[in-house]
C-alpha cells in the first residue's frame, strides 16, 4: 500500500510539473509571435496599440508610464528607457495650420518594453495577469 501510495504521489507530481510546463510553453508561444511580429513591425508600436494588446484603457497606460517615470508629462521617454531599449523614440516634424514647423517626439514600445511594462502593469493591479496579454493584436498593428 505505502509503494502504492508513492506512486500514486509521484504520479501527481509528475502532472502538476507537467502543467507547469504546458503553462510555461504557452507564454513562450506568445513571446516568441512577438518576436516575429516585432521583426514585421520594425520592433516597435505606439503606445495606443500596446494599451490593446494589455487590455487597458489608453490613457490608463499613458497614465501609468508617466507616473512610474517611463515618460515626460509630455509623454517624451526618459533617456534611461530609450537606452534600456525599452522605448524607442521617433522624431516626426509637421506644419500647422499657420504654416509653422514643428518637431515632436512619438514614443514607441519595443518588444523589450513590452516584457518590461507586463509585470509591472499586473504589480500596479492594472493587468490580472499575463493571460489578459493580447500578443495577436500585434500582428496587423502598424509600428
Excluded at 509637421?94 to 504589480?123: A, C, M, Q, W
Aim: proline fraction near 3%; glycine fraction near 4%; hydrophobic fraction near 40%.
Amino acid at each position: 500500500l505505502r509503494q502504492l501510495a508513492a506512486e500514486v504521489e509521484q504520479r501527481e507530481a509528475l502532472q502538476a510539473k507537467n502543467l507547469q510546463l504546458e503553462t510555461k510553453a504557452k507564454e513562450d508561444a506568445q513571446r516568441v509571435e512577438m518576436a516575429k511580429r516585432a521583426i514585421e513591425s520594425n520592433g516597435a508600436w505606439l503606445i495606443r496599440v500596446v494599451a490593446k494588446v494589455v487590455n487597458v484603457p489608453c490613457s490608463a497606460l499613458f497614465d501609468f508610464m508617466r507616473r512610474t517615470g517611463i515618460l515626460t508629462a509630455k509623454n517624451e521617454p526618459y533617456a534611461a528607457f530609450v537606452k534600456n531599449g525599452v522605448i524607442r523614440p521617433k522624431l516626426s516634424t509637421f506644419t500647422d495650420s499657420d504654416g509653422n514647423e514643428h518637431t515632436k517626439i512619438t514614443s514607441y514600445v519595443t518588444p523589450r518594453g513590452i516584457e518590461y511594462l507586463i509585470p509591472r502593469l499586473i504589480k500596479d493591479g492594472l493587468i490580472k495577469d499575463r493571460s489578459c496579454v493580447q500578443y495577436e493584436l500585434l500582428e496587423n498593428a502598424q509600428g
